[in-house]
């Protein structure tokens, strides 16, 4: 790893940005040399996050992509819905390796993305440049690609724990029903009554049934994974907790497969990944067993007397689920390890 | 109400006994006369609780059938699973109104019960003497009855979901697959790995995937409601809150229904049961709105995409899912109203 | 008690507001006729607090003097600093018996008023009409009054826990140092970063020490009960919890008196005041042990290394800090038993 | 840095213990040889610890000095109190370096220990041997040494908030009062009631006034720094979060002194020293703010009504009030770097 790369992070003072300066503070070929936030900019870093005091003095950048093209090889987007359908084309035109950690370059097609967010997005041609970073997944995309968009925290989840089953036909993919619960984090940094810690602790809730703008873009990969297209039964929940997803993912299988089956063959799909780790037949994984890692843990619980399958998948929303493997995506797209950076132990307790 | 029941309870240091105490002081037609623990006898309950100083002085008894039944005329027996499996038999030939909130009680048969509790229970005549008090579904069989089996708090979150939509035939019962969540209360109070606050705060985790001993209960009431044997899939997993119950439940439509006909449905259902709030489109409840209540509130997903409906039932497992529903079930048998001790306006926030 | 009285709410979106609804809904001779938002008027209730489905029907009414005053005959005021200055002497001409529950009436100059709050407030003779109903200290000037100011939470746990020990002089009031901690509802329903859930929990944060506008309050009573101006340090801190106030309260000695004679003081001092409850030596309360609850918890340990005591004093903030203490004081007025529709056991756990 | 050190860790199944797991493996001169529990040997560490699945393999070891000292240059003791009192002269004898994280060899005679740890402790001769490796006090007596003996987590946290301005002479000592703040973490894995999840949680408690073991050890280097003995009034407390301590510290000033005279000297004592942060005026820390990382962040309030110094130092208490700290003690010892291996950025959120 002779070379040494200069990294830009836009929307620094969001939960994704704030977690990608600490990752790649301590990521040995990395080096931040701006940060830069619209709403904050000329303000010190610390000001707004002072867990940063002594660790990062530099004051945020506004959004000028010519200075960031200066400044940088490689610029993270972590930015709201419709910020990087038109920063990020800018910026590959100045020369800018692009990971976009936001929706806006996940779907194939602007009429879905209209469809799931609400508004109007990039273009075809834009779109049609994005490789799609489930690193687990399509991996093998991403070396020497320009431009990233990093999947969402529970597509991670849920497509992580599921598209071995798909692919291996061991489940009928039209029987797919996913429960996923998420932390507060996940609703970012901005104020909502939902998020007011007197709401939301000692509460679960359910919201967005069927609803989310994640679902499209997990039915996009199973569909890809099936070879036909699949639609889901998708709930979100929140848990008072700040950080962590997990998605309980039930399907009607093909045949019979038992519990230590799944474990084998999972097992082999992700043999050489080091951040999927597989459960032993009767545990399955918690939240807190990959808190501030890079980790998506997966088990299994086959039902004989209703031949389901139930897949328990857990990743840190904020690591797994954006910022680390945003830096993933980036050891990727450069030709490194891909744990360069992120053999972050779990945080336990 | 001319007449004044005396009550008993045995268990009273768990987590349901000590929530009988607080709803049975708020009652006008009931005394506690005797609070009953085999492991604290002798020593005043204030001290286990503080929160009691003050206002109960009484020191707890120990386990003594005929001095139970010279102080009292109805038992609450909040005690583990298999305690009362031999006392409710000598309590009922003592002449006592036995409430039991153990599953000691709930299935049918003794086979059922070694099954799935992994231990010997009560004999098929003394199961047979028991009704089964979920209210809003058996509440007609309780009136004048000496002997109640409370339900679980999963059963009771997840049947008052499902029981009209399997009544009613829109739902195939065979695609019943519930996705349920609890907080650390559901546990009690013994201690455990598990329930220490280093290890489930900020930690969200799946256990007893398709083995929890609940599951036979709910498949027994939903196979009575579907007039066949129906068998689900059944998932507990711990939420960081200390109470509250959620059960997301899903089902594969017959036929079409949307989720106006579903609230509609449910609302004529549950008719004149105080207890049940049925939410409108758009809104699902969430656990905190029932917290410290005996209220069961109920939300309704149909998705259009897939034909399944997700329906989203919340109790406060140590009131709806025990205590409340124990006090609500004396009130049947006593032919009071339902609620009487029992208006208790949830805690919030 | 005959007569019936009707009460309005105004600020009923706020968590002092809605737990006032929770509260005098179980007050047998209250009858709430009219809930009051200045900011919501016109919505049903129950849509900003779901938890009241089937429970309050009402629609929120605007701040209309003339139309509460033919509505009700008491009017509880929980609205943010520097409205009820304006609303409460036109409540008052209106024959209203008005409760306010900010800090609007607390303090008995316009310029202490103004230096602490950082804004105008009422006039002089405004001030002089409401009596400070810390109801275990003042409580003898309450019957038969129209115009009560509710304390503070901060001041009610730190007095409380305070005031006796002033008074007999057991302690020098120069050397009181109080270091307070609350849960995060004290802060109310306002959004704001420091309340997001996020951001809040899991941490535990110091704030406005020394410049909290409850000193004034405190100081103020503290040289009313020492005969002489008592000059404080207050600490105010932010607790992860939703609920809950400790004061923990440190003072030099005068003399020397152990923990027993405190105890003893104490428990003579409070006596037949049923919401103060004086804990054993060595022990000491939790704030989960008034939880939901009007009750003062307080204990002692004098260190006879450095001739100090530290007194710990807890309550529920939303209750005996606000909505609690407001019913009390309303019993007070009007003659009745204290604890009228406050027997409330606090929930645990 | 041309030398590797071989590390055993024994007490490896606490929470010091696994937190140096974490630490030292990201520590790039250290290799954990040896992972040793007295009531888990044989079994997987990632048995217990489900979080390192992967990450490693090693079964626990059985405590054996001999095989210690053959496999490992430097042994951790993260043992409960008694047990290094024990151990640590063996290992001394066997050639090994010894970083004690109990309270063993912290107080200077085995009388004072008895005092207050209620059980015999280790020989005067002992004792002598240890140096207390408070690294920002007394870090220059570390390197070269054997037998550190390393701070608890309260003094860490108080001793770093007092100490400048006891030995400039800033503060009466004699009227120094702590009130700490800890989270359940603290209280180790052990089970206990008072770490239920749901008794601790939503609550916060006081125990131990004035009889925690720590109080002499900050009474000891308080004094040592006071040239005079220094009696502190202690107070500790449990708050509802799993990681962090405050202590707010109060103290009447000497002469006057500002806040901002305060940060400057503050300053100055601490230059150079990484892991002591001190906040600007106005502005105080938060237990968050250093989560997972082993920084003490400082902030101040001088009193100019009162004359007093409110100093709020806060830590992770599993980091720099544990494991941190002793890996900071290693570097030191070995002549390293002091934040090798320990620029871990705080998680936030």
Redesign the interface.
């Known amino acids: 790893m002779t070379e040494h790369v200069r990294a830009a992070i836009v929307g620094s003072t969001g939960?994704g940005g704030?977690?990608l300066?600490?990752v790649l503070?301590?990521h040995p070929a990395v080096t931040i040399t701006s940060v830069i936030s619209s709403s904050s900019a000329g303000a010190p870093i610390s000001e707004g996050?002072?867990?940063?005091?002594?660790?990062m003095h530099d004051s945020l950048d506004a959004v000028d992509v010519p200075l960031i093209a200066s400044k940088a090889d490689v610029v993270f987007l972590a930015t709201p819905a419709g910020v990087a359908a038109k920063l990020a084309p800018q910026m590959l035109d100045a020369g800018l390796k692009v990971i976009d950690l936001s929706g806006d370059f996940r779907l194939k097609t602007p009429e879905i993305y209209t469809q799931w967010y609400k508004r109007e997005g990039a273009s075809q041609e834009d779109l049609d440049k994005a490789v799609f970073g489930l690193c687990e997944i399509y991996g093998e995309q991403v070396p020497g690609k320009e431009f990233i968009s990093n999947p969402g925290c529970y597509p991670t989840a849920t497509l992580l724990g599921l598209v071995p089953a798909v692919k291996a036909g061991w489940i009928d993919p039209s029987t797919i029903?996913v429960?996923a619960?998420s932390?507060?984090?996940g609703g970012g940094?901005g104020?909502?009554?939902g998020?007011?810690?007197?709401?939301?602790?000692?509460?679960?809730?359910?919201?967005k049934?069927?609803r989310h703008q994640h679902i499209p873009e997990i039915e996009q990969v199973l569909s890809d994974a099936a070879g036909r297209e699949v639609?889901?039964?998708f709930?979100t929940?929140l848990?008072?907790?700040?950080?962590?997803i997990?998605a309980?993912c039930?399907a009607q299988l093909n045949g019979k497969h038992d519990t230590r089956e799944f474990i084998e063959m999972y097992r082999n799909f992700y043999e050489g990944r080091?951040f999927v780790?597989i459960?032993e037949e009767g545990?399955?994984?918690?939240?807190?067993?990959?808190?501030?890692?890079n980790y998506c843990?997966i088990?299994f619980?086959v039902?004989e007397?209703?031949n389901?399958v139930?897949v328990?998948s857990?990743i840190d929303n904020?690591m797994k689920g954006a910022a680390g493997q945003a830096v993933q995506n980036l050891n990727l797209m450069l030709g490194w390890d891909e744990t360069t950076g992120l053999?972050?132990?779990?945080?336990?307790?």
């Open positions: 939960y704030v977690e300066i600490r503070l301590g996050f002072p867990h940063l005091n002594s660790i029903i429960d619960k932390g507060i984090s940094r104020l909502g009554l998020f007011h810690y007197a709401e939301a602790n000692e509460n679960f809730s359910a919201y049934l069927n639609i889901i039964t709930s929940h848990v008072p907790m700040t950080r962590g997990m309980t039930y080091r780790r459960r545990k399955w994984p918690a939240t807190k067993e990959v808190w501030g890692s843990d088990g619980a039902d007397r209703t389901r139930t328990v857990v904020v053999q972050l132990t779990p945080v336990y307790p």
